[in-house]
């Protein structure tokens, strides 16, 4: 088991910045990606962003793209979300994924990439 711990949201106004973190713990050398999805009020829980540890390869939701970043933090079995410009419609639950060579094959933007979720962070944008 691999266990996975967001922190970083909050209240934030449109045009500011917030940088997610997701730390791990368990079996986390299992772990060959990680990921970040959120989810709105209403809505299907949809894809953010997500690096692969073997090639560092990156890949982003188009709304995502030139706004947010995804990182290995320094080394560790951690990830890191800097998200800049937010607007209004950025404001959901963000949630950490992790996901091991079981899951490989399948694409890194579907949910069924990752065994393995944290439990959230609420990121509020108010415009």
């Known amino acids: 088991q691999v266990q996975l711990v967001e922190s970083g949201g909050g209240l934030v106004q449109a045009g500011d910045s917030l940088r997610l973190s997701c730390s791990t713990s368990?079996?986390?050398?299992?772990?060959?990606?990680m990921g970040w999805f959120r989810q709105a009020p209403g809505k299907e829980r949809e894809f953010v962003a997500s690096?692969?540890?073997?090639?560092?390869?990156?890949y982003y939701s188009e709304s995502a793209k030139g706004r947010f970043t995804i990182s290995r933090d320094n080394g560790k079995i951690a990830v890191l979300l800097q998200m800049n410009s937010l607007k209004s419609e950025d404001t959901a639950e963000y949630f950490c994924?992790?996901?091991?060579?079981?899951?490989?094959?399948?694409?890194?933007?579907?949910?069924?990439?990752?065994?393995?979720w944290g439990q959230g962070t609420q990121v509020t944008v108010s415009s």
């Open positions: 994924a992790a996901g091991t060579l079981s899951r490989r094959f399948t694409p890194p933007t579907t949910n069924g990439a990752y065994e393995y």
């Open positions: 368990g079996r986390a050398r299992e772990v060959v990606r």
């Open positions: 690096i692969v540890w073997t090639n560092g390869n990156t």
